[in-house]
């Protein structure tokens, strides 16, 4: 399985991006997804997570209201839209897949992509 994130760039605090990963390999929609960050000088969290139908969404509290995952499972694609961001979201962040949902928001995901950087100036 690979999964291939993009989508991350520079922006404006107050302003907005769309993360996507494409994933290849096994049947994508057997997965649960997930997007973790990773700040500088600090650990990896979690951002949010979808189980494989999108029927249930995970986020955590800092993104609650701002962050919307969605997937399309035709396009083999998960999504992340990132409205009114903050400086403190800036961060490296990756997208996550497994087949159990609860392993993706346990941190315990089995695959990771690369990370896309998302800057947010104050």
């Known amino acids: 399985v690979q999964l291939q994130a993009s989508g991350g760039g520079l922006v404006q605090a107050g302003g907005s991006l769309r993360l996507s990963c494409a994933v290849s390999?096994?049947?994508?929609?057997?997965?649960?997804m997930g997007w973790f960050r990773q700040a500088p000088g600090k650990e990896r969290d979690i951002v949010a997570a979808?189980?494989?139908?999108?029927?249930?969404?995970y986020y955590v509290d800092s993104v609650k209201g701002r962050f919307t995952i969605s997937r399309d499972n035709a396009k083999n694609t998960v999504y992340l839209q990132m409205n009114t961001l903050k400086p403190e979201d800036t961060a490296v962040y990756y997208c996550v897949a497994d087949d159990n949902t609860g392993a993706v928001v346990r941190n315990r995901a089995r695959y990771w992509g690369q990370g896309t950087l998302v800057t947010v100036s104050s």
């Open positions: 390999g096994r049947p994508f929609s057997r997965y649960g």
């Open positions: 979808i189980s494989w139908s999108g029927g249930s969404t």
